[in-house]
C-alpha cells in the first residue's frame, strides 16, 4: 500500500493505466464484459424487444406446446427457440427469466453492500462494544452455508406472510434471504480495512481538523476499502444469481407463473429426457454464460486490484 | 448386467447369502417407486404405495384380484348370519413367514388392532363393532350398521400374527404420543407371496419368494429389490442404462422416448384417480375482486368455467393422449358409474361466455385456483392450462401451486376458492366414497373432503340411503342417480382419469391396475 | 484461556439456541402433517384428535420448550412419515454423507491441489490461464445440471457408472461403509464428482494464491540463495507452509458440503441425511427436519470452534484481542 496524501487518486490511478491495459490485453475479460453486457441489456429491455409476453396466460395456446427451435424440424417461426409444454416462447421467456435473476442479484448485492460497508465502517472506526456485537453476528452468518442460510431465511418469511403472498412476494424474500446471507463478507472486509486506515496519518489530520466521524468515515476511508468491495460485490453477483437458481430448483424460488432462469431450468429437467431438449439447454446456456461472464469479471477485477498477485 | 450390478442395490451385511441368493436368483425383479414405502407396518398409515408393496408380505381376508374384483383370500368364505353379523370361514393350513399357524386369534388380534382407538387406520374399516372367534378356523365380525361395502374395505386391512406381535409388544399400532418405535414398523411376519429379506429405509427393501405360499403362484419371481428414486431423470436414467428393470411411475413426457429404447417398454393403463376441481360455494370468496357476492354459488358460472376448459386439448397437450376425460366423478370401474351419462360435451367458450353473461358476469371476475405440485400426474401443467383457457373468458384465475402437503392443508382448511382434488375411491372403490366424502353437506363425519360446503338436500338423501341398502342392483341404480344430480348441478367439475404409467425392461411382465398398485405375484420374467 | 474456552462454548451454546429457534418456527410452516398421516376419507374429527396426540394445539412456546429438552437429551421425537425415532433414522444415514462429503473432498483436493500449484508455478502460462476459466466453469454451472450431466454421459450414454444408490455396503457396528465393495466405489464416484466440483475452484485459487504469496516470501529467497533446486523450493519449502492453510479452508468447507450434499443426495437418490430431510420437507415430516438441521448447525459449530480453538492454542496473540 502506498502513503499517499490524496488516496483517492490511487484508485484513479490504478483505472488509469494498470487495470485497463490487463482489460485491453485479456481476451478473456473483453469476451466476459461482452457477454454481460448482452445479457443485461436483453434482460433489461426484455419488455421491448421479447417478441411475445410469455407471462400473459391468455396468449398462450396449448396448440403451439413444444414447438422446436426455428432451424430444427417443425420449427415455428413465431418462436425463435422453440415453446415450452404450454406453448410459451422459450426465447421470450429467458428474456424475462433473466431480468429476474438479474434482479435478485443485483438488488440483493446492492443491500448486502450498502448493509455491510456501513456496518463494517462503524465496527472498523469506533471497535468495542458495536464492533464486538456485530463481529459476533457475523461469526455466526459465516459458520453456516449460504445456501441453508438462505434456505432457512426464505422459509421463515414465507411462514411469516399469508399465502396468497407468496408467489408476488417471491422475489422480495429471494432478495431478503440472499442479502442476509451474504452481507457479512462487506462487512468483514470492510471493517479490518477501516481498522488499517484509521491509524494512517491522513485520517488522523481529518479528526485534528475537526471533522465529524461519519465524514471521516465515508469521505476519507470509504474511498480507500472500495476496492476489495467491488471485488467481492462482482463476484457476489455471480453467487447471488447461483444461489436464487438453486432456491428455485429446490421450488422454494420464484413460482413457474413468473419464473427466473432457475425455475424455467427447473420445469425444463423434467423434459430431459422427452427430447424436448430447448427447454432446458437455452435457460441453462444462459445461466452458466451469464454467471461464467461475471465471474471472470470478479476475477480480472480482483487480480488487478490487488498488487500482491502481480 | 452381471452379478455386480444385480447386487447393486445396498443390502446391507452377510456378503455370501447376499451373494448366493443373489446368484440362485435368475429372477430377480429390480424396481424403483418415486417415494420410499412409509413402513412396514400395515396399521400404521394408508399411503396407496406403501399398501400396494406391502401386499406382497400381508394378506386380508379378502383381495381384490386383478379386476378389482373382491376374491377370498385368507378367509374361503364369508356369509352374513345377521345384517350386522358377517362369519368368515378362514383358510385352513396357511403358515405365517416365521412358521406360526394362521389362525382365527390372528384375525381377531389384527382387525382389533387396525380399529384401535390410536390406529391411524381406523377410517378404512369404519363399521366395525367388534370381532369374535367362533372357532380355530370361524371369525365373526359385527358391525355398528348394515353396510354394504364392508368387504372392500377389508381388502386393505392386513392380517398380522398375534404370538409374534405379542413376543415384540407391538399389538397395539405405533403411538405418536408414546413417542416409542413399533416392531412392526421396521420388521414383518405375514403370510404373502414374499417374505421380507432386508430393508434399508431409503435405500432398498429386498423381498424372496414364500416357497410355502398357500396360493399357487403364477409368477416366476424369487426376489424382488426395491428402491426409491425420487428424482424422475434419475429412475428414468437407471431403468435405460439397465439397472432396474420396473420403474413406477413413469412421466408421461418421456413414454416415448423409453418406447424408443433398446430394451424397455412402457405400460399405460386407465386407473381409477378421477382428477376435480371443488369449488367454494360459501357466501365469499378468498382470493377475488368480488367481495360482496360469490359467482361460484351460481350454477351457469360453475357450467361457464366448466365448458370453457378444453379436456380434450389438454389430454393430447399435456396427457400426450393417455389420461380419459370425464364427465362424471368416478371412473368406469367403479359401482355406480353409468356411460350413458358420461358424455362430455365439446369445449365451448361462446357458450361459456354466454353462460357468464346470463348470470351477470359477462364481465368476468377474478377467483383463486389452488393445485399441488406433484401429487398428480402434471398436476401443475394443467392448472396453468386451465388458467390459460379461463382468461379467454374473462374469468381471471390466481393460480397457487404448492407441495401437496401444504396444498392439502390450505384446501382442507376451506381457504380455497377452486382447488384440485383426485378421488380413486380407494379402498371402498364404490360410489359411495364420493359422495360421503367429497358431495355431502360437511358435518358429522361427512363430506370431510367438501370444504367448499356445496351442499344439496336432494344429495344428502340419497347418501344416507345409499349407506344402508343391501341390495346390490337398488344400491347401484341410487349411487348413479346421484351421479347424475352432481353432474347436472356441477357440483365438482370432473376433468380426467389419470392414466397408469409404468415402464419395464424386455421381457419383464407386469399386468396393469386399476388402482395404480402392481400384483408383481402375477408377474413374470422371460 | 480457561475463560476463553468458556466463553466460545457459551457462544455455540447460544448459536445452537438461535439455530433450534429458526428450525422450530421455519417449521411451523412449512404444513400440516395431519392431512398427509391420514387416509382420505378421515374425519374433521379424526383430524383433530391427531393433532392434539402430536401436541400440535399447544402454544408454540410450549412446543419449543419440548423440543429444546428433547433436543438437548438427542431425542427429537418419531418421524410423521416412518413412524421411526429419529435419531436412529439420522444415526442411519450419517455414514452415507460423512462418506460422500470425505470423498468429495479428496477429490476435490487431489484435483485443486495439483492445479493451484501449477498455476502458481506458471502464472502466464496457457495451461495456467485455461485451468483458470476452466475452474469457473465448474463454479458456475449450477450443481444440479451437473449432476444430471454426468448421469447422462456416464450412466444412460457409456453404461459405465451406476446412476443412483450406494451399492453393496458392508456393516462394520453401526457404520455401513461402501468403501469395501466394487459396487460400493463404483456408485460413489458421480455424486462425489459432483459435490468436489464445486470446492475444486476453491481449493484451487487458495493454494494458488497462498503458494504465489509464499514464494514471494523471504524464506523462499534465502532458500534460493542458499542454492536449492526449484524443485525443492517449490515442493519441499513453498508447499509445506501452502498447506496448512488449506487444510483448514478445507476442514471449514466440510460442514457446507454437508449442506450441499442435499442437492447431490437428491439427484442420485443418495440415501444420506439431506435426502432424509428434502423428503421430510416434501411430507412437511417436522421432527426429521428439526433434527437434521440442528444437527448440521452442530456440525458448524463445532468445526468452527476447534478451529478457533486450535488457532488460539497456536497463536498466543490472539489472546489479547479475546
Redesign the interface.
Known amino acids: 500500500m502506498s502513503l499517499e496524501a490524496f488516496p483517492q487518486s490511487r484508485l484513479a490511478a490504478i483505472i488509469e493505466s494498470d487495470l485497463f491495459y490487463k482489460f485491453r490485453t485479456s481476451w478473456?475479460t473483453v469476451g466476459a464484459f461482452v457477454v454481460t453486457l448482452v445479457i443485461v441489456l436483453a434482460a433489461v429491455l426484455a419488455p421491448w424487444i421479447a417478441p411475445h409476453d410469455p407471462f400473459d396466460?391468455?396468449t398462450?395456446?396449448?396448440?403451439d406446446?413444444?414447438l422446436p427451435p426455428v432451424w430444427a424440424e417443425g420449427g415455428d417461426p413465431r418462436f425463435l427457440l422453440g415453446t415450452d409444454?404450454?406453448g410459451r416462447d422459450v426465447f421470450s421467456a429467458i428474456l424475462y427469466g433473466s431480468r429476474i435473476s438479474l434482479a435478485v442479484g443485483f438488488v440483493s448485492v446492492a443491500f448486502a453492500m450498502v448493509i455491510g460497508i456501513v456496518i463494517g465502517l462503524v465496527s472498523g472506526y469506533f471497535g468495542g462494544a458495536i464492533d464486538a456485537f456485530f463481529m459476533?453476528i457475523a461469526?455466526?452468518m459465516l459458520?453456516?452455508?449460504?445456501?441453508?442460510v438462505a434456505l432457512?431465511v426464505s422459509?421463515?418469511v414465507?411462514?411469516?406472510l399469508p399465502?396468497?403472498m407468496?408467489?408476488s412476494a417471491a422475489l422480495i424474500v429471494l432478495v431478503f434471504a440472499i442479502t442476509v446471507t451474504t452481507w457479512v463478507q462487506y462487512a468483514r472486509t470492510v471493517r479490518s480495512s477501516t481498522m488499517v486506515e484509521r491509524s494512517r496519518e491522513y485520517v488522523y489530520a481529518a479528526q485534528l481538523v475537526g471533522r465529524k466521524p461519519f465524514a471521516i468515515l465515508f469521505s476519507h476511508i470509504l474511498p480507500n476499502v472500495m476496492g476489495p468491495v467491488l471485488v467481492i460485490a462482482t463476484i457476489n453477483l455471480?453467487m447471488a444469481i447461483?444461489i436464487e437458481?438453486?432456491l428455485s430448483?429446490?421450488?422454494v424460488g420464484m413460482?413457474?407463473?413468473n419464473p427466473s432462469l432457475?425455475t424455467l431450468?427447473r420445469v425444463g429437467?423434467?423434459?430431459?429426457?422427452?427430447?424436448?431438449w430447448w427447454v432446458v439447454i437455452f435457460p441453462?446456456l444462459t445461466?452458466?454464460a451469464l454467471?461464467?461472464a461475471v465471474?471472470?469479471l470478479g476475477?480480472w477485477l480482483r487480480d488487478a486490484l490487488n498488487p500482491?498477485?502481480r | 448386467m452381471t452379478l455386480t450390478t444385480r447386487l447393486k442395490t445396498g443390502i446391507a451385511i452377510g456378503a455370501l447369502t447376499t451373494l448366493l441368493a443373489g446368484a440362485a436368483g435368475a429372477n430377480t425383479l429390480r424396481m424403483a417407486d418415486s417415494s420410499d414405502i412409509a413402513a412396514m407396518d400395515p396399521h400404521s398409515m394408508t399411503e396407496s404405495n406403501t399398501i400396494g408393496f406391502l401386499n406382497h408380505v400381508y394378506e386380508g381376508l379378502v383381495r381384490y384380484n386383478q379386476d378389482l374384483e373382491v376374491e377370498p383370500a385368507l378367509a374361503t368364505s364369508w356369509e352374513f348370519v345377521e345384517p350386522t353379523r358377517l362369519r368368515f370361514s378362514l383358510r385352513e393350513g396357511v403358515t405365517f413367514h416365521n412358521g406360526n399357524p394362521f389362525t382365527a386369534d390372528d384375525v381377531v388380534a389384527s382387525l382389533e388392532r387396525a380399529a384401535h382407538e390410536s390406529s391411524p387406520v381406523k377410517s378404512n374399516i369404519p363399521s366395525m363393532a367388534s370381532v369374535e372367534k367362533v372357532d380355530d378356523l370361524t371369525v365373526d365380525l359385527i358391525l355398528t350398521g348394515p353396510d354394504p361395502i364392508v368387504l372392500n374395505y377389508l381388502t386393505n386391512i392386513h392380517i398380522l400374527d398375534r404370538e409374534w406381535m405379542e413376543e415384540n409388544d407391538a399389538l397395539l399400532p405405533a403411538d405418536m404420543r408414546g413417542g416409542r418405535e413399533n416392531y412392526a414398523v421396521a420388521n414383518s411376519n405375514g403370510t404373502g407371496p414374499f417374505i421380507l429379506e432386508s430393508r434399508q429405509p431409503d435405500a432398498s427393501t429386498v423381498l424372496t419368494v414364500n416357497e410355502d405360499w398357500w396360493d399357487e403362484p403364477q409368477h416366476n419371481l424369487t426376489r424382488i429389490e426395491f428402491s426409491p428414486i425420487g428424482s424422475d431423470a434419475t429412475r428414468i436414467a437407471a431403468l435405460l442404462s439397465g439397472e432396474l428393470d420396473f420403474i413406477m411411475p413413469a412421466p408421461l413426457q418421456d413414454i416415448d422416448r423409453i418406447n424408443r429404447s433398446d430394451g424397455a417398454k412402457a405400460i399405460i393403463a386407465p386407473a381409477l384417480r378421477t382428477i376435480m376441481l371443488g369449488m367454494n360455494q360459501t357466501e365469499k370468496l378468498h382470493n377475488s375482486n368480488l367481495t360482496d357476492a360469490n359467482p361460484l354459488q351460481d350454477r351457469r358460472v360453475r357450467e361457464a368455467l366448466w365448458r370453457a376448459i378444453d379436456m380434450e386439448l389438454i389430454r393430447k397437450k399435456i396427457m400426450r393422449d393417455m389420461s380419459r376425460n370425464s364427465a362424471l366423478l368416478v371412473a368406469p370401474p367403479v359401482p355406480g358409474y353409468d356411460a350413458a351419462l358420461d358424455v362430455l360435451p365439446p369445449a365451448d367458450a361462446e357458450k361459456a361466455k354466454a353462460l357468464l353473461a346470463e348470470a351477470g358476469y359477462g364481465d368476468g371476475f377474478e377467483v383463486g385456483l389452488d393445485c399441488p405440485n406433484s401429487r398428480y400426474v402434471n398436476d401443475e401443467e394443467i392448472c396453468q392450462a386451465i388458467t390459460s383457457m379461463w382468461s379467454r373468458i374473462g374469468v381471471k384465475a390466481n393460480l397457487s401451486s404448492q407441495t401437496p402437503s401444504k396444498h392439502f392443508e390450505k384446501v382442507l382448511g376451506g381457504g380455497s376458492d377452486v382447488y384440485m382434488v383426485g378421488w380413486a375411491t380407494l379402498p371402498m372403490l364404490d360410489t359411495y366414497s364420493v359422495l360421503s366424502a367429497l358431495l355431502h353437506t360437511p358435518g358429522e363425519r361427512m363430506g370431510a373432503w367438501n370444504p367448499g360446503r356445496y351442499s344439496n338436500a336432494e344429495l344428502d338423501a340419497l347418501t344416507a340411503k345409499v349407506a344402508v341398502e343391501l341390495d346390490t342392483d337398488k344400491r347401484t341404480a341410487m349411487m348413479t342417480e346421484a351421479l347424475k344430480i352432481a353432474r347436472d348441478d356441477v357440483a365438482i367439475i370432473p376433468l380426467h382419469q389419470q392414466p397408469l404409467a409404468w415402464a419395464v425392461r424386455d421381457g419383464v411382465n407386469i399386468p396393469a391396475a386399476a388402482d395404480n398398485k402392481p400384483r408383481l405375484w402375477y408377474a413374470t420374467i422371460d | 484461556m480457561i475463560a476463553y474456552v468458556l466463553r466460545r462454548l457459551m457462544q455455540s451454546v447460544l448459536v445452537m439456541l438461535a439455530v433450534a429457534l429458526i428450525a422450530f418456527s421455519m417449521f411451523r410452516f412449512i404444513g400440516d402433517p395431519v392431512n398427509s398421516m391420514l387416509p382420505e376419507n378421515a374425519s374433521v374429527e379424526d383430524r383433530q384428535v391427531l393433532r392434539e396426540q402430536l401436541g400440535l394445539d399447544q402454544p408454540v412456546t410450549t412446543q419449543f420448550a419440548k423440543f429444546v429438552t428433547g433436543a438437548v437429551q438427542g431425542e427429537f421425537g418419531v418421524s410423521y412419515r416412518n413412524k421411526r425415532a429419529v435419531s436412529e433414522m439420522i444415526a442411519e444415514r450419517l455414514p452415507a454423507t460423512l462418506e460422500l462429503v470425505l470423498a468429495a473432498a479428496v477429490f476435490a483436493l487431489l484435483l485443486g491441489v495439483p492445479m493451484g500449484i501449477y498455476a502458481a508455478l506458471h502464472p502466464k502460462g496457457f495451461l495456467a490461464n485455461t485451468l483458470n476459466v476452466a475452474s469457473l466453469i465448474g463454479i458456475s454451472v449450477p450443481t444440479f445440471v451437473t449432476g444430471i450431466l454426468l448421469i447422462l454421459i456416464f450412466s444412460v450414454w457409456l453404461n459405465w457408472l451406476p446412476s443412483f444408490g450406494r451399492g453393496q455396503t458392508v456393516d462394520i457396528g453401526w457404520w455401513s461403509t461402501g468403501f469395501l465393495t466394487v459396487s460400493g466405489l463404483k456408485s460413489l464416484i458421480l455424486p462425489a464428482v459432483m459435490l468436489g466440483l464445486f470446492q475444486v475452484t476453491l481449493i484451487m485459487r487458495l493454494v494458488r494464491a497462498e503458494m504465489m504469496e509464499v514464494l514471494r516470501s523471504d524464506f523462499v529467497r534465502f532458500a534460493r540463495a542458499r542454492g536449492l533446486s526449484n524443485r525443492a523450493v517449490h515442493f519441499g519449502h513453498a508447499l509445506g507452509n501452502t498447506l496448512m492453510p488449506v487444510i483448514t479452508i478445507v476442514g471449514l468447507q466440510l460442514g457446507s458440503m454437508i449442506a450441499f450434499a442435499i442437492i447431490t443426495e437428491t439427484v442420485f437418490q443418495w440415501p444420506g441425511m439431506g435426502l432424509l430431510f428434502i423428503q421430510a420437507v416434501s411430507f412437511a415430516d417436522i421432527p426429521v427436519m428439526s433434527a437434521y438441521l440442528v444437527l448440521v448447525a452442530l456440525v458448524f459449530v463445532a468445526i468452527n470452534m476447534i478451529v478457533d480453538l486450535l488457532y488460539f492454542a497456536i497463536d498466543p496473540r490472539l489472546s489479547v484481542r479475546a
Not at chain 1, 398462450?60 to 396448440?63: G, P, T, V
Not at chain 1, 429437467?269 to 424436448?276: A, I, K, Q, T, W
Open positions: 478473456i396466460v391468455s398462450l395456446s396449448l396448440w406446446s413444444e409444454n404450454q459476533r461469526d455466526v459458520s453456516f452455508p449460504t445456501i441453508l432457512l422459509g421463515i414465507r411462514g411469516a399465502r396468497e407468496h408467489d455471480a447461483l437458481a438453486t430448483f429446490l421450488g413460482p413457474p407463473t432457475g431450468i429437467n423434467e423434459y430431459l429426457f422427452s427430447g424436448v441453462s445461466l452458466v454467471v461464467l465471474n471472470l476475477d500482491k498477485l
